[in-house]
């Protein structure tokens, strides 16, 4: 299933679910920096110790951080893929 391309003019939504000590964390803070210098983003990252952080762990199920979520959907978890994230940003992946 593909999903929609999001408009230039309008921000993704991206959250990062991370815990201190995360490797695969910074790689994916580093990830959205690169990507947010050609889609608008709007990241927030939230500690997997808040609540927050333990309701996504809850609702995704995911064995380890970092957890990425765009609009709202899991994107992926652990290692995130810059290729894939900008194929699904631009409406050409799952």
Same mark, same amino acid.
């Given at each position: 299933?593909n999903?929609?391309? $999001?408009?230039?003019?309008?921000?993704?939504?991206?959250?990062?679910v #991370?815990?201190?000590?995360?490797?695969?964390?910074?790689?994916?803070?580093?990830?959205?920096?690169?990507?947010? #210098?050609?889609?608008?983003?709007?990241?927030?990252e939230?500690?997997?110790?808040?609540?927050?952080?333990?309701?996504?762990?809850?609702?995704?199920?995911v064995?380890?951080?970092?957890?990425?979520?765009?609009?709202?959907?899991?994107?992926?978890?652990?290692? $995130?893929?810059e290729?894939?994230?900008?194929?699904?940003?631009?409406?050409?992946?799952?």
């Amino acid at each position: 299933m593909n999903s929609p391309a $999001i408009p230039l003019s309008e921000a993704a939504r991206v959250e990062l679910v #991370t815990s201190p000590g995360c490797h695969f964390c910074g790689h994916a803070r580093e990830v959205l920096d690169r990507v947010a #210098t050609d889609v608008p983003l709007e990241v927030t990252e939230v500690d997997l110790d808040s609540p927050a952080g333990r309701a996504a762990l809850a609702r995704w199920r995911v064995p380890f951080p970092p957890i990425l979520l765009v609009n709202g959907a899991l994107f992926g978890y652990g290692r $995130i893929s810059e290729r894939k994230l900008r194929a699904v940003l631009a409406g050409k992946g799952d």
